[in-house]
C-alpha cells in the first residue's frame, strides 16, 4: 500500500503537509521502508512506499515540523546503544509535539536515519586519536556549528557526564533550556563527576523497576524528577511469537535461545558465549546469535549458529524460547517488556551496577543471574533457565512509562521557557 510520496529536491522537513501528496503526477524512483531497511535510488522525484505506521507518522511530521519546538539530543556513546536508544526513546513519544533531531557520539548513525530523525555524527572520546583536551576543543566547535545551525528550543545531553566541550558550547550559544537524562544505579565506588545538577533546568534519571514517577527537586534550575523504567518501544509494538518467527525466517515449532551478551567491545565475552551455546546445544536448543549494529570485536561462532542483526531487538524477543543477554539497563527493561524467560549475565567493567539490576528484576520477572565465569556456574544458569519456560508464573504488572512522562516533562520545560 502506497501511504506517502515525497520529492527529495526540496527540502520536504519544512515543506507543509500537502507536500507529501503533491507528486502523484511524476513519474518517480522507488526508496521502500519496512522494518526500518532502507534502500535508496536517486531520481528526479523519490516515491516513499511506506508499509510501517511508524514511519509513516514521522515522515508527516517533518513536513509539519516548521512551527514545533525543536528538541536537540546529544547521545554519548557507551559501550552499547543505551544512551542512544533512551534518546530516541524520550524523541519518539514526542512525535506531534517537537521536531526531535540528534547529535551521536554512536557510531550507529543509520539506526536514528531509520527512525526517521535528522542526526549528526561525532566521533566518541574513546575512539578520537586525540587528547581529551583537543577532543573536547573539537567537539565545542562541532557542536557549537550543530547549535548553529539546528537553533534548538531545547539541549538534552543523555550520559554520565556532560562533556567539556558540550557544556561550553551551550554556554556560548546561549542555549537557555538544558536538559540532562542521566542513569542512576552507579556502583558504590563510583566517583560523581564535577558537574552540577544546578547547571541544568532540568535532570531525569531513568528509573528501575518499581520506580514511580518522583518530583525528587522541584525548582528550577536543577529540577529533578525519577521516572518508571524507559523503554524504547510501547508494549503493544512487540511482535507475537508466530510473526516475529516469520519475520527472521525461525520455524514455528522450534525451539530457540536468542543470545544477545553486548558488542564486546569493552569485555570479551567469548568464552562465556562458547560454554553457554555448548550447554544449549546439549539440551537440544537451537541457539541464535544477535550481532550488535556497533560491535567492532565479534564473538567466533561455530558455522551452525545462525545470526541476526536487527534493531530494536525487542521487537523481535517473542520468537524465542529463552534469552541469554548482558544486563544494561535497556536490555533488562526489554526483557520485563516481553516477558521472556531470560538469564541474565552482568558487566562487572561498567560503571552501573548491572548485578543489582539484574537481581531487581529477578523479582519481577522470569529470569536468572550468572556470572556464567566457570563450566559450573554456566550448566546451573542453563538449568534454571530452562525449568522457567516450564514454570507457570503470573508476572505483576509493571509501570513502563518513563519515555511518556521524560517526554512530557521535557516539554513542560520548553512551553514553559517560551511563555515567559
Not at 238 to 260: I, N, P, V, W
Not at 371 to 382: I, K, L, S
Request: include cysteine.
Amino acid at each position: 500500500m502506497i501511504n506517502a510520496y515525497i520529492i527529495p529536491n526540496v527540502d520536504w522537513r519544512n515543506n507543509a503537509y500537502s507536500s507529501l501528496v503533491q507528486c502523484l503526477e511524476f513519474s518517480a524512483s522507488l526508496i521502500c521502508f519496512g522494518d526500518y531497511s532502507v534502500s535508496r535510488q536517486r531520481g528526479v522525484v523519490d516515491l516513499f512506499v511506506v508499509d510501517d505506521d511508524d514511519m509513516l507518522l514521522c515522515l508527516s511530521e517533518h513536513a509539519l515540523s516548521n512551527d514545533l519546538p525543536r528538541i536537540l539530543f546529544f547521545n554519548i556513546n557507551g559501550s552499547g546503544l543505551g544512551h542512544l536508544s533512551r534518546c530516541l526513546a524520550y524523541a519518539r513519544r514526542m512525535r506531534g509535539r517537537a521536531r526531535p533531531i540528534f547529535f551521536s557520539l554512536a557510531s550507529a548513525i543509520e539506526i536514528i536515519h531509520d527512525m526517521g530523525f535528522e542526526a549528526d555524527y561525532f566521533v566518541s572520546e574513546f575512539w578520537s586519536r586525540s587528547h581529551i583536551n583537543a577532543w573536547n576543543r573539537e567537539l565545542a566547535v562541532r557542536f557549537g556549528l550543530m547549535l548553529e545551525d539546528v537553533r534548538p528550543d531545547a539541549v538534552v545531553f543523555d550520559g554520565t557526564w556532560p562533556f567539556h566541550g558540550f557544556m561550553h558550547a551551550c554556554d556560548q550559544y546561549g542555549i537557555s533550556v538544558r536538559v540532562w537524562s542521566n542513569r542512576g544505579l552507579h556502583k558504590e565506588d563510583f566517583e560523581p563527576v564535577p558537574v552540577k545538577e544546578s547547571d541544568f533546568d532540568l535532570v531525569i534519571q531513568p528509573g528501575e523497576v518499581g520506580s514511580d514517577f518522583t518530583i525528587e527537586r522541584a525548582e528550577r534550575p536543577g529540577r529533578k524528577v525519577t521516572t518508571p523504567p524507559v523503554t524504547l518501544l510501547k508494549s503493544d509494538e512487540l511482535l507475537g511469537r508466530d510473526e516475529a518467527r516469520d519475520k527472521l525466517g525461525l520455524e514455528h515449532d522450534g525451539r530457540y535461545a536468542l543470545f544477545s551478551l553486548g558488542p564486546g567491545n569493552l569485555k570479551d565475552v567469548t568464552d562465556v558465549a562458547h560454554g553457554l551455546l555448548e550447554e544449549m546445544r546439549g539440551r537440544g536448543v537451537t541457539a541464535v546469535w544477535a550481532r550488535a549494529p556497533i560491535s567492532v570485536r565479534d564473538v567466533p561462532l561455530p558455522d551452525d549458529v545462525p545470526t541476526i542483526s536487527v534493531y530494536p531487538l525487542v521487537r523481535y524477543l517473542r520468537a524465542f524460547d529463552v534469552v541469554a543477554s548482558a544486563a544494561g539497563y535497556n536490555a533488562c527493561y526489554e526483557i520485563v517488556q516481553s516477558g521472556v524467560p531470560s538469564l541474565l549475565v552482568p558487566n562487572m567493567q561498567v560503571a552501573d551496577d548491572q548485578t543489582r539490576r539484574a537481581h531487581m528484576i529477578a523479582r519481577y520477572a522470569p529470569v536468572v543471574v550468572s556470572h556464567c565465569e566457570t563450566p559450573d556456574q554456566r550448566r546451573d544458569a542453563v538449568d534454571g533457565l530452562l525449568k522457567l519456560v516450564d514454570t507457570s508464573r503470573e508476572m505483576p504488572t509493571i509501570d513502563l512509562d518513563g519515555a511518556e512522562r521524560a517526554a512530557d516533562e521535557i516539554l513542560a520545560l520548553v512551553t514553559q521557557k517560551a511563555a515567559l
